[in-house]
């Protein structure tokens, strides 16, 4: 599967984005589909992930604030970003992966990554 982040950009704190990330390929459905950012000297971090059902995860930091939801007939995973705060400021990074052998929160667990869309909060 190949995926494609978009939606990034500039916003205030207090504001809201929506990143999209497409997916081509077969059986998108199947697949266990997550977002991480990265913020500059940080290391690679959880936000959400979502199953093929209706799981839910979302980092502990940004509940209350972010949505991830997918649409299966359009091979997309969207992540809705309310009240940002500038310790949001991060490239996006969707993932994607058919088995999890690992844990959901891990990065490490993911086998195939979007290219990353920045989101920039001001303060």
């Known amino acids: 599967v190949q995926l494609q982040a978009s939606g990034g950009g500039l916003v205030q704190a207090g504001g809201s984005l929506t990143l999209s990330c497409a997916a081509s390929?077969?059986?998108?459905?199947?697949?266990?589909m997550g977002w991480f950012r990265q913020a500059p000297g940080k290391e690679r971090e959880f936000v959400a992930a979502m199953w093929s059902g209706s799981s839910t995860y979302l980092a502990d930091s940004v509940k209350g604030r972010f949505t991830i939801s997918r649409d299966n007939a359009k091979n997309t995973v969207s992540l809705q970003m309310n009240s940002l705060k500038p310790d949001d400021t991060a490239v996006y990074y969707c993932?994607?992966?058919?088995?999890?052998?690992?844990?959901?929160?891990?990065?490490?667990?993911?086998?195939?990554w979007g290219q990353g869309t920045l989101v920039t909060v001001s303060s």
């Open positions: 390929g077969r059986a998108f459905s199947t697949y266990r």
């Open positions: 993932a994607a992966v058919l088995y999890l052998r690992g844990s959901n929160y891990s990065a490490t667990s993911y086998h195939y």
